[in-house]
Each structure stands twice: as C-alpha cells, then as structure tokens.
C-alpha cells in the first residue's frame, strides 16, 4: 500500500480519508516532505486542520503540532529584524516578536522528543 501511495501526483486526493493508519503515517511524511522543500506554511497548516478529525490523529498528534510549530519558526525566523543596535532593543524586540520563534521551537523539540521517545 506504501508503494502506491507514494505513487500518487497529490497526496491532497487523501487528504481527508482515514480509512487505514497508514494514510494517516503517509500524509504526516508528506506533509513533511513538503515543508523541507518550501512549502507554503497556509497550506500545510489547513491540510492539518482537516487531518485532525481523522480517526488517526490521535495517534500522531505530536506529529503533527512538531510540524506545525516547524511551520511557526519558519515563519517567525523569515519575519525577524536580527539587527540590534543596543540591549534595551534587543530586549523590546525579543518582547515584541522574536519570542515567538524561541516558543514555536521550544513547542517543537518538545513534540520531535514526544515523537522520537528521546527527553533532554
């Protein structure tokens, strides 16, 4: 079954099937796929939203909210003025939006540790 769902030209043709665990596992590791080749955060994000009814989800939600906060850092890293003329705007810009970034990949090693079974 892997085979030929790896096969597929849009794995979106699942998107919201959740007939057997695997489509589950396929979809996580597309949506995976898609994230380190560029993909758009907006779309990866509304693929999740509609794979969190899924009778599967459960199962790999640490999956996916690693990939989700993936998707926020990304986007908060691409955001970010990282120039600092003095400490006191450091200190406003890290209060301001560079916190963002630090929780998304504080959020996300703590789902990839979920994930892989490894705690630091």
């Known amino acids: ?31 995976c796929r898609a994230f380190e080749q560029g993909g758009t955060g907006a779309d990866m994000l509304a693929i999740i939203q509609s794979r969190r009814n899924s009778f599967w989800f459960h199962d790999h939600r640490d999956g996916y909210e690693a990939l989700t906060h993936a998707i926020a850092l990304r986007a908060s890293i691409a955001a970010a003025e990282l120039h600092v003329e003095t400490l006191d705007a450091g200190i406003n810009r890290y209060v301001n939006t560079w916190h963002r970034a630090d929780t998304a990949y504080r959020k996300f090693c703590l789902h990839v540790c979920a994930v892989t079974g490894r705690w630091r």
């Not at 079954?1 to 996580?28: C, N, P, W």
């Open 1 to 31: 079954m892997v085979a030929k769902l790896e096969g597929l030209q849009d794995a979106r043709i699942i998107e919201v099937s959740d007939t057997f665990a695997a489509f589950e596992k396929f979809m996580l590791h597309w949506l």
